[in-house]
């Protein structure tokens, strides 16, 4: 059992009963030039915490915990977008509709991929359509070594996949696993089947992390809570556009004796998994 220093008390965990998320680490959001800059946000706090997110996928693969990723994303005919949410944001741009990346968080666009540094490595698969399960591969040396760079100041803009799709049918579950779920809505569980594979694959305990603090992470994080998980936020391993809306929300969700769930930064994380390592040694 690993045991994190997390507020508001101690969180411990099973890390074969625990996966990683990470939420909507996509380009149209964290990139100068997409969807978010679009709206009049500044992007330059979701991309500083890249790094750290990286760190985070490192760690939870050499301790070959499960990961999730999730991309809100709809469908190209838009007929998973409901009027009251296309409606949103600026008036002059919409989902759908065509920006700097391609279609604005339609599935396929290369905005809506997720950011190169922190998109599955070579021998893990990306699903294109809906939720796949696929094989997890450890890190290669030489994606080791592109994690360990220093993020630039324009994030990369070849976000082209770099390994083909699996199809539904074909979809696996065998040893460790990556999965990527195309979510239509705020929240990682809405009209998907995020609960059905967690619950398959025994997930009782999940580490959040990703954009924006007070949206899509705050919001899956909610659902988790009501869907009986045991969840904690890597509060440096997210971000929001607005600071103000990040450290509301990590308080949000940790009041009352951790109503939603405990908080802790990266560092923590590693401290308690090398604690548990030097005690088993």
């Known amino acids: 059992m690993i045991t994190v220093d997390a507020v508001p008390y101690p969180y411990q965990f099973d890390r074969h009963h625990t996966a990683l998320m990470v939420i909507d680490m996509q380009r149209d959001f964290i990139e100068a030039g997409g969807f978010g800059s679009m709206l009049g946000n500044d992007v330059r706090p979701l991309a500083r915490i890249v790094p750290t997110v990286a760190q985070l996928l490192t760690l939870a693969r050499a301790q070959r915990m ?76 030489r994606s080791a070594r592109r994690i360990a760079q220093p993020i630039p100041s324009v994030l990369a803009s070849d976000a082209t996949p770099r390994c083909a799709s699996m199809a539904s049918a074909d979809r696996q579950m065998i040893g460790d ?27 009782t305990h999940l580490l959040f992390a990703g954009v924006t603090t007070e949206v899509c992470v ?31 929300t990590l308080a949000m969700l940790t009041a009352q004796g951790g109503i939603i769930g405990w908080k802790a930064p990266l560092a923590l994380l590693q401290a308690a998994f090398k604690e548990t390592a030097g005690e088993s040694a």
């Not at 779920?181 to 619950?199: E, R, S, V």
């Open 177 to 203: 696993a990556t999965l990527v779920i195309d979510k239509p809505g705020k929240g990682a569980f809405h009209a998907t089947d995020l609960h059905a594979q967690l619950q398959a694959r025994g997930i």
């Open 66 to 141: 499960w990961v999730v990723h999730t991309r809100e994303s709809h469908l190209p005919d838009l007929s998973d977008c409901p009027p009251a949410k296309r409606r949103r944001g600026n008036p002059a741009l919409a989902i759908g509709d065509a920006g700097p990346m391609g279609r604005i968080l339609v599935r396929g666009a290369p905005g809506n991929q997720i950011l190169p540094l922190l998109a599955p490595l070579d021998g893990e698969l990306v699903s294109r359509h809906g939720s796949d399960v696929v094989g997890c591969a450890q890190p290669s040396e």
């Open 218 to 248: 705050q919001t899956s994080m909610r659902e988790a809570n009501d869907r009986g998980y045991e969840s904690l936020i890597v509060e440096d391993a997210c971000a929001s556009y607005f600071r103000a809306f990040h450290l509301a």
